[in-house]
Antibody, heavy 122, light 107 residues
Framework: QLQLQESGSGLVKPSQTLSLSCAVS??????????WNWIRQPPGKGLEWIGY???????SYNPSLRSRVTISLDRSANHFSLILTSMTAADTAVYFC??????????????WGRGTLVSVSS | DIQMTQSPSSLSASIGDRVTITCRPS??????LNWYQQKPGQAPKFLIY???SVQTGVPSRFTGSGSGTYFTLTISSLQPEDIATYYC?????????FGAGTKVELK
């Protein structure tokens, strides 16, 4: 059964860069037609879609973060990554990785990682 | 961007009650509406896509309906394991966006 697991820096200083990885286990990240997404949730608040990478390497980002975000795929390591630059306290959140079915027009997230808390503090 | 408005923001109900949550997008989105359930400390769980299609394994007491600018998620008979926060999400266009959530509590 496919599983996703986030890892990376849990504490980031203001103005620094966040780097997270999402490991895909139980199957290949290249199997099927899926997009691989990052979604975040500030403490006690709702969900915000950050962006996705498709297995071809194509990407799409939320315009609110586009200037600071990069999502990439590493097929050989079976994981995908998030880089978010110029971090501020407003970026403090639980960051989730999630899968969406590329073949469906109804872009739902059917598989999620457990999430990792990222705090921005000096 | 499409703004998603959920109501109520929270509700209290008893076991066995019928619970209805509303989601209103800021523009018409046909049936491009999905629902999720999130329990404290957990990732969201996917429940319903295309407004009314229930994901495999989701109990039949969960139903979704609506189109355009008005959608509902109904729990026909609330169970203890349904205590959670529920989110709607539009997939009509990018950026994908979620509602602020509806917290369902026990009365």
């Amino acid at each position: 059964q496919l599983q996703l697991q986030e890892s990376g820096s849990g504490l980031v200083k203001p103005s620094q860069t966040l780097s997270l990885s999402c490991a895909v286990s139980g199957g290949s990240i290249s199997s099927g037609a899926y997009s691989w997404n990052w979604i975040r949730q500030p403490p006690g608040k709702g969900l915000e879609w950050i962006g996705y990478v498709y297995q071809s390497g194509s990407t799409s980002y939320n315009p609110s973060l586009r200037s600071r975000v990069t999502i990439s795929l590493d097929r050989s390591a079976n994981h995908f990554s998030l880089i978010l630059t110029s971090m501020t306290a407003a970026d403090t959140a639980v960051y989730f990785c999630a899968r969406a079915d590329w073949g469906s027009p109804h872009w739902y997230f059917d598989l999620w990682g457990r999430g990792t808390l990222v705090s921005v503090s000096s | 961007d499409i703004q998603m408005t959920q109501s109520p923001s929270s509700l209290s109900a008893s076991i066995g009650d019928r619970v209805t949550i509303t989601c209103r997008p800021s523009q018409k989105i046909a049936n491009y509406l999905n629902w999720y359930q999130q329990k404290p400390g957990q990732a969201p769980k996917f429940l319903i896509y295309a407004a009314s299609s229930v994901q495999t394994g989701v109990p039949s007491r969960f139903t979704g309906s609506g189109s355009g600018t008005y959608f509902t998620l109904t729990i026909s008979s609330l169970q203890p394991e349904d205590i959670a926060t529920y989110y709607c999400q539009q997939s009509y266009n990018f950026p994908l966006s979620f509602g602020a959530g509806t917290k369902v509590e026990l009365k």
